[in-house]
């Protein structure tokens, strides 16, 4: 899945995010080219709305570190 963040009038970024159910039944979601960035939820429904918040609020943390915003860097994808 992907992710397009908003950025204050300018375009905004596009992450792939990963969603899988653990074996409790709880939703785990990450963006992998957002070192640490994860969260969970109780629904699939839920954890994608936790991922939206967790990029932009990882995003504001860096801009405010004076860090630079990673940029999402697949080359490919694809189902095995």
């Known amino acids: ?3 397009r ?25 990450s963006a992998p080219a957002l070192q640490g960035c994860h ?5 699939r429904a839920e954890a994608l709305k936790n991922i939206r918040d967790a990029i932009k609020l990882y ?10 915003v990673p940029c999402e860097r697949a080359v490919g994808r694809g189902m095995v």
């Open 59 to 68: 995003i504001a943390a860096r801009k405010v570190l004076g860090e630079p």
């Open 1 to 3: 899945m992907v992710i």
């Open 39 to 43: 969260t969970q939820g109780g629904t």
């Open 5 to 29: 963040t908003e950025n204050e009038g300018m375009a905004g970024n596009m992450y792939i995010v990963e969603i899988e159910r653990d074996e409790d039944g709880i939703y785990v979601a």
